[in-house]
Every structure is written in C-alpha cells, then in structure tokens.
T-cell receptor, first 111, second 114 residues
Framework: SQTIHQWPATLVQPVGSPLSLECTVE??????LYWYRQAAGRGLQLLFY??????ISSEVPQNLSASRPQDRQFILSSKKLLLSDSGFYLC??????????FGSGTRLTVV | EDKVVQSPLSLVVHEGDTVTLNCSYE??????LLWYKQEKKAPTFLFML????IEKKSGRLSSILDKKELFSILNITATQTGDSAIYLC??????????????FGKGTLLTVNP
C-alpha cells in the first residue's frame, strides 16, 4: 500500500535561517507530488507541484523553492526564512484516481 | 484562475442536529470534487465526486455534486462532538497533460456542542 512520510513534524527557526522540509512516498511510482501551505485563514494554498523528476511548477511567487531529486522524494527549501513563512506545510501525492493523500504536516514557526 | 468557495465559514450546532455545508467551484477542465475533514493535523479524505446527482454516503455523512450549477453539499446527520473539525472542499482539474491539481476552499469550521 502507498504511504507518505513528511518530516519534521514541528520546527521553530529564526528569521534569516535556511529551511529544508522533506517528503517521501512509498508504494507507488511516478506520483504527482504537491506542497501546500495552510496559514491562519485555514485555506490550503498550493505552493508547488511536480509531475516527474526535476519538473517543478510554482503556483505563487515567494521565498520558497522546491526540488524533486528522485521519483518519490519532494523537498521544500528556503535560503532565508521570513516571518511570513510561518504556517502548516503539507505534502501530498496523487495517482491516476484523482484523490490526494496528505502527509502528516510540518508546523513551521519563524521567530 | 480556479476558485472554490465554501459556506458558511463557521457553524456551531448542538449534538443531534443536522448540518449542510456548501461548496461552489470554478475549476478549469474539472475532473472531481473532494471533501476532507481536518482535525488537529493533516486532512483526511471523506468523498470524491465525479458525477452529478449521485449521492455518496458514509455513515452519517453524505455528499452530492451538481455539475450544472457547479456546486456540492456535504450533509452530516445526528451530529456528534467528534464531528467538530474543519471541513475542506477541493476542486480537481487538469491544467494540461497530467498536471492535475486540487484547489481548496477556506473550509468550514464546525463546532458541535454537547
């Protein structure tokens, strides 16, 4: 069966520090992968999605970047965090059925 | 730009009440409408709807899609305190090729009081 792992679960980082959040999927190949952020307004905002290795689409201009070095690995990064980067980050994958499965999320607080 | 609008944004009811949550969508190359329940952490899947007029049911929860009016509802009957959560609606569409993605609404915060 397919599983998705996301870590860390919580993170407190100072302004200006780098960020790396990792997401891996098991039990499937060539999944579509996504990074979402959920801020105080509760909606999930799509940040990046990827349909294959090295293929990244960015939905909103921001201080973050994403990479997909392997088929089942998706990484969210920043060189210098801003206060506004705080939020709940969710990784997700989808296959042909159209449904998403979410990782457990990372709560990032930038101080 | 794809858009999903949920209403109400928040709702407080008593145990045993029936609630109806609304979701309207404008999604390019629409494929599916999904409902999720989110408690403290990641959203958990409830329903995926692709055809109009066919109700999907799971216990006390049910949902239906109207592709003509671009609308879906989620019903919860005989609510319990454990139903308290944020309910998220999402529209799925293909922007091109295999670029399938979900656009989420802001969610409805449901509070069920004993």
């Amino acid at each position: 069966s397919q599983t998705i792992h996301q870590w860390p679960a919580t993170l407190v980082q100072p302004v200006g520090s780098p960020l790396s959040l990792e997401c891996t999927v098991e039990g499937t190949s060539n999944p579509n992968l996504y990074w979402y952020r959920q801020a105080a307004g509760r909606g999930l905002q799509l940040l990046f999605y990827s349909v294959g290795i090295g293929q990244i689409s960015s939905e909103v201009p921001q201080n973050l970047s994403a990479s997909r070095p392997q088929d089942r690995q998706f990484i969210l990064s920043s060189k210098k965090l801003l206060l506004s980067d705080s939020g709940f980050y969710l990784c997700a994958w989808s296959g042909n059925s159209g449904g998403y499965t979410f990782g457990s999320g990372t709560r990032l607080t930038v101080v | 730009e794809d858009k999903v609008v949920q209403s109400p944004l928040s709702l407080v009811v008593h145990e045993g009440d029936t609630v109806t949550l609304n979701c309207s969508y404008e999604v390019t190359n629409f494929r599916s409408l999904l409902w999720y329940k989110q408690e403290k952490k990641a959203p958990t899947f409830l329903f995926m709807l692709t055809s109009s007029g066919i109700e999907k049911k799971s216990g006390r929860l049910s949902s239906i899609l109207d592709k003509k009016e671009l609308f879906s509802i989620l019903n919860i009957t005989a609510t319990q305190t454990g139903d308290s959560a944020i309910y998220l609606c999402a529209g799925g569409g293909n922007s091109g090729g295999s670029n399938y993605k979900l656009t989420f609404g802001k969610g409805t915060l449901l509070t069920v009081n004993p």
